[in-house]
Structures are given as structure tokens and as C-alpha cells.
T-cell receptor, first 115, second 117 residues
Framework: AQTVTQSQPEMSVQEAETVTLSCTYD???????LFWYKQPPSRQMILVIR??????QNATENRFSVNFQKAAKSFSLKISDSQLGDAAMYFC????????????FGKGTKLTVNP | GAVVSQHPSWVICKSGTSVKIECRSL??????MFWYRQFPKQSLMLMAT?????????EQGVEKDKFLINHASLTLSTLTVTSAHPEDSSFYIC?????????????FGSGTQLSVL
């Protein structure tokens, strides 16, 4: 079974600064998808960014980018120019390419943005 | 974009009663829906996969007789917590892929906070 590990229960960053959230995963599959989800206090799950394992290029979405290291099974999220609205729980998630589209989530990282 | 509607947003019930939570796909058909549970300050744990027209698939350790799932149509899945107890108090979230077999993002409902007294 696949597992996702987020080793940072909490992180903080100053507004306008950059922060990196870590995620590692374990799988024997060669093709899969990785995601970062944001869960603000409203608890609505919001997709931040996703990465297909077969793509070598790191995904980017505006201020959000990932560092995907397939061999190391690492998938970190970098948030640039942090904003107060970025404060939330961030979950790293894994999904197999075939079969079920269910997600396996890490335990999450609580991000605090200080003004 | 595709929207998943979940209700109620919150429910308080007495121990021993049953509670039904609905999850609807509003502008797409969902042959599959996923039900997750999230305890306070913890991650989302998959409880079961709901399949339209067939039995749900439950994750290991989830009591299928306690958490009844029905996926009667292509737009509606329900989770019924039967004989609820305080330990069932949790945040329940549904999600659905808009197009099966494609690399589409999952859409999540807004969640249901269940409090059992």
C-alpha cells in the first residue's frame, strides 16, 4: 500500500517570504499522480497543484511550485510571496494512475503566515 | 466548473439515532464517489468507495453495517451513520471524479460535521 509522509506538523512564514513544505511517499508503482491540497478554516478542500509522475518538469501554478524528485520519492511545495490567505492546512496526496481514483493523504502541515 | 454539493453542513444527534449525509454532483455524472472521515487536527482517511448501481467498497476496519452507503443514481450518494455513538463524531467529506478514467481532479463536497451527544 502507498503511504504519504509529511514530516512538518507546523510551519510558519512571514508575509511576502517563501516557504517550502515537505512530502515524501512510498510506492512500488511507476506511474501515479501527486497533489497538494489546501484546507482553510472553512475545511473546504482546495486543489493547489498536481504533478503527473511521468512528467519530469515540475508543476507550477502562479506562486505555487513543486520540487518533484521521483527517485527520492519526494514532492515538496514551495509557496512564494506568501500571503495571509495562504494560512491553512496543507495536505500532500497520492493517487494511482490506474484503477481507483481514491487519494491517500499525508497527515498535513499547518501553515501560519505572520504579518 | 464541476461542483459537489454535500449536506447537511453540520448535524447534532442523540446517541443511538441514525444520520444521513447526502453528496450530489450538480453538473456531471459520478459513477464513483469517495467518502472520507477527518478527526480533529488529523488527515482525511478514506472510509469507502461508493459505486453507482453496485455495492460500496469499504476500507479495512470500516464497519459496513454501521456506515451504510447508497449510490442510487449517477448524481447522488448517501452515507448513513447508523446507531451513532459519540466516537462517530467527526467531519465527513465526499468527493467525486468528474470523468472516470481521466486525469481530472477530484471535486470535494464542503463536508459535514457530525456531533453525537
Amino acid at each position: 500500500a502507498q503511504t504519504v509522509t509529511q514530516s512538518q506538523p507546523e510551519m510558519s512564514v512571514q508575509e511576502a517570504e517563501t516557504v517550502t513544505l515537505s512530502c515524501t511517499y512510498d510506492t512500488s508503482e511507476s506511474d501515479y499522480y501527486l497533489f497538494w491540497y489546501k484546507q482553510p478554516p472553512s475545511r473546504q478542500m482546495i486543489l493547489v497543484i498536481r504533478q503527473e509522475a511521468y512528467k519530469q518538469q515540475n508543476a507550477t501554478e502562479n506562486r505555487f511550485s513543486v520540487n518533484f524528485q521521483k527517485a527520492a520519492k519526494s514532492f515538496s511545495l514551495k509557496i512564494s510571496d506568501s500571503q495571509l490567505g495562504d494560512a491553512a492546512m496543507y495536505f500532500c496526496a497520492y493517487r494511482s494512475q490506474g484503477g481507483s481514483e481514491k487519494l491517500v493523504f499525508g497527515k498535513g502541515t499547518k501553515l501560519t503566515v505572520n504579518p | 466548473g464541476a461542483v459537489v454539493s454535500q449536506h447537511p453542513s453540520w448535524v447534532i444527534c442523540k446517541s443511538g439515532t441514525s444520520v444521513k449525509i447526502e453528496c450530489r454532483s450538480l453538473d456531471f455524472q459520478a459513477t464513483t464517489m469517495f467518502w472520507y472521515r477527518q478527526f480533529p487536527k488529523q488527515s482525511l482517511m478514506l472510509m469507502a468507495t461508493s459505486n453507482e448501481g453496485s455495492k460500496a467498497t469499504y476500507e479495512q476496519g470500516v464497519e459496513k453495517d454501521k456506515f451504510l452507503i447508497n449510490h442510487a443514481s449517477l448524481t447522488l450518494s448517501t452515507l448513513t451513520v447508523t446507531s451513532a455513538h459519540p466516537e462517530d463524531s467527526s467531519f465527513y467529506i465526499c468527493s467525486a471524479p468528474p470523468h472516470r478514467g481521466r486525469n481530472e481532479k477530484l471535486f470535494f463536497g464542503s463536508g459535514t460535521q457530525l456531533s453525537v451527544l
